[in-house]
């Protein structure tokens, strides 16, 4: 059998400042994400599963790093690079935001906390914001400074989550703190930003570090008090946020898809008086029903190997699009995936088939939610 390969570690990544507690937790996968490691697995994805859903998983999320814009035109910059209404955002509030390109292509889709009335912060997806706001702050003349400052996101997530936070910070603080509400506290000398808000629907909680150096004494903090909730590591998971359709941005969309397709709608104001980068383009489309494709739910029929590729997908031996991921659901019990189709054919029940690296397979189009209706 060819062996595995293995990612090199190296400096010219970034490492996390919760990286030496990941190792020493038993971290055994990581990806790349915004030019740094973050952590994949624990070795042991059924535990992980069952402690992000029955108690509480922490997660060093410190690659959904932070671009922040401040000074008298940041809302206003703010606005122009956030396809959904950042003018009413208000400080202590977050919006889960998608930025677009001029062609309405989603370039990002982060979720964007208003610290202050002219001070935003980013927390971005996996692509190169910080580039893009400098750019189009520089080519605007926007009064504003674009800088990553030292931010450390740290996640809590599952359905202990809320009375761990409880234990950290005060009942009175976790009872009033209302979903993508976030506050600056001090957890006995560390300094964070506390969000309710994460990539999971089972609750919780992201911690922004403020100081990058006590990476280690916030994750021996949040573990110690864990340790009665049932808490231990994990990592965003694939496995429960296809089954609750949260996006995962460069896997679920390829670079011409637009928010619409990735089933963002909702979080798009098209209707805004204030504009936005590829609010024109986006109008256009959707007036023109060029939003030809969405990302659709799919259910197989049997087993199928990882997704490391996007898979063909064909209908009658026609190529209608592809299957670009898919895992085991231990809530359905089968193998769901995600599949980035033409809209004309994308309706439940439609069958389909799947071209996976060891052969041919067959799915059908689920509802959306998964789970909604029996086919
Ligand atoms: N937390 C933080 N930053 C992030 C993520 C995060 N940056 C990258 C990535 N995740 C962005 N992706 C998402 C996707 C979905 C949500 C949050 C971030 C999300 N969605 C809810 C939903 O779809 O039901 C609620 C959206 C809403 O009501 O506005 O929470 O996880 N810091």
Same mark, same amino acid.
């Given at each position: ?80 690079l956030c396809a959904r ?43 190169d914001v910080l580039l ?19 931010? /450390?996101?740290?996640?809590? @997530? $599952?359905?202990?989550?809320?009375? %761990?936070?409880?234990?950290?910070? !005060?009942? #009175? =603080? ?22 309710? /808000?994460?990539?999971?629907? @089972? $609750?919780?909680?992201?911690?922004? %570090?403020t100081d990058g150096s006590? !990476?280690? #004494? =916030? ?157």
């Amino acid at each position: 059998m060819t062996p595995t390969p293995r990612i090199a570690i190296g400096s010219r990544v970034r490492k996390s400042p919760f990286w030496n507690a990941t190792i020493a937790a038993g971290a055994t996968e990581f990806t790349v994400y915004n030019h740094m490691y973050m952590p994949t697995s624990y070795g042991d994805p059924e535990a992980e599963y069952r402690r992000l859903t029955e108690t509480v998983a922490i997660w060093d999320v410190a690659a959904e790093r932070q671009v922040e814009i401040a000074g008298p035109d940041a809302r206003d910059l703010t606005q122009r690079l956030c396809a959904r209404d950042i003018m009413s955002c208000q400080p202590g509030r977050a919006r889960y935001a998608p930025m677009c390109d001029h062609e309405g292509h989603l370039i990002n889709d982060p979720v964007v906390l208003c610290l202050d009335n002219d001070r935003f912060w980013f927390s971005i997806a996996d692509s190169d914001v910080l580039l893009w706001a400098k750019a189009v702050a520089g080519e605007r003349g926007a009064d504003v400074d674009v800088f990553e400052p030292d931010v /450390s996101p740290l996640a809590v @997530q $599952g359905p202990h989550a809320a009375a %761990l936070a409880a234990d950290l910070f !005060g009942p #009175e =603080l976790i009872g009033s703190l209302g979903m993508f509400h976030h506050t600056f506290v001090d957890l006995g000398g560390i300094p964070v930003v506390l969000c309710r /808000s994460g990539w999971s629907k @089972q $609750g919780g909680f992201e911690m922004f %570090l403020t100081d990058g150096s006590l !990476g280690d #004494e =916030l994750w021996r903090r949040v573990t110690e008090a864990g340790e009665k909730h049932g808490l231990g590591p994990g990592t965003p998971n694939q496995q429960e946020r296809i089954e609750s359709g949260l996006l995962s941005f460069g896997s679920d969309t390829d670079p011409r898809t637009d928010p619409i397709e990735a089933g963002l709608g909702a979080f798009v104001s098209l209707d805004m008086d204030h504009d936005f980068i590829g609010r024109d383009a986006l109008r256009s489309r959707m007036a023109d029903g060029t939003a030809r494709r969405v990302i659709v739910n799919v259910e197989f029929d049997g087993d199928t190997p990882r997704c490391e590729n996007p898979w063909d997908v064909s209908i009658d031996g026609h190529h209608v699009g592809r299957v670009r991921n898919a895992v085991w659901s231990p809530r359905m019990s089968k193998v769901i995936g995600l599949a980035l189709l033409p809209t004309a054919i994308a309706g439940p029940g439609t069958r389909l088939d799947v071209a996976t690296p060891d052969g041919q397979c067959t799915a059908r189009i689920s509802e959306t939610p998964f789970g909604t209706v029996q086919g």
